[in-house]
């Protein structure tokens, strides 16, 4: 069984700064991948950023990075150059390669300061 | 590319009867789809899994008979919250998974709210 933990319930961020998030995990398969969703006020999922276990290689996508420690099983989201766009609950989740079936953690809120 | 519709958006009803929920994939065959059920300021809470064609998983403490599940085709899963309750408010979302990788598209949700 795969677990996701989100310990943090809330964050802010003054805008243009930067903050991390901060998501462990547990799994016992090899095979695995590791998301970071956003949930505006609009309800809408939104996928940020994901990761493959096997790549060594932090994923990038655009302001929104990730820092993977695997045998830590750690995977923290930073967003650089913070906007009040990015205002929104996020959810770190889990799933294998043999099963689709996400486990999300239980989110952080995000605020950002103008 | 990967767009999930929900319909509908919203739905208020009386306690007692019956809602159904319609979740498509409109440019993509899933094979698989999810229905999440979400309360305020939580996390998304999985209900059950299904398959193209085949019955629904459901998850631990979840009642299949109050929640209906169908996926007659690979565009198109439908929950069915049947003989609706107060208890039974919440967003309700899905999301469907693709035929080349386990990354899971959602929609936007389902408001619904019962009187």
């Known amino acids: 069984a795969q677990t996701v933990t989100q310990s943090q319930p809330e964050m802010s961020v003054q805008e243009a700064e930067t903050v991390t998030l901060s998501c462990t995990y547990d799994?016992?398969?090899?095979?695995?991948?590791l998301f970071w969703y956003k949930q505006p006020p609009s309800r809408q999922m939104i996928l940020v950023i994901r990761?493959?276990?096997?790549?060594?290689q932090n994923a990038t996508e655009n302001r929104f990075s990730v820092n993977f420690q695997k045998a830590a099983k750690s995977f923290s989201l930073k967003i650089s150059d913070s906007q009040l766009g990015d205002a929104a609950m996020y959810f770190c989740?889990?799933?294998?390669?043999?099963?689709?079936?996400?486990?999300f953690g239980k989110g952080i809120t995000l605020s950002v300061r103008p | 590319g990967a767009v999930v519709s929900q319909h509908p958006s919203w739905v208020i009803c009386k306690s007692g009867t019956s809602v159904k929920i319609e979740c498509r994939s409109l440019?993509?065959?899933?094979?698989?789809m999810f229905w999440y059920r979400q309360f305020p300021k939580q996390s998304l809470m999985l209900m059950a899994t299904s398959n193209e064609g085949s019955k629904a998983t459901y998850e631990q403490g979840v009642e299949k008979d109050k929640f209906l599940i169908n996926h007659a085709s690979l565009t198109l899963s439908t929950l069915t919250v049947t003989s609706a309750h107060p208890e039974d408010s919440s967003f309700y979302i899905c999301?469907?998974?693709?035929?080349?990788?386990?990354?899971?598209?959602f929609g936007p949700g389902t408001r619904l709210t019962v009187l």
């Open positions: 989740a889990s799933n294998t390669g043999a099963n689709s079936k996400l486990t």
């Open positions: 799994t016992s398969e090899s095979d695995y991948y």
């Open positions: 999301s469907a998974r693709g035929t080349r990788s386990n990354e899971q598209f």
């Open positions: 990761q493959e276990a096997y790549k060594q």
């Open positions: 440019d993509f065959q899933a094979t698989t």
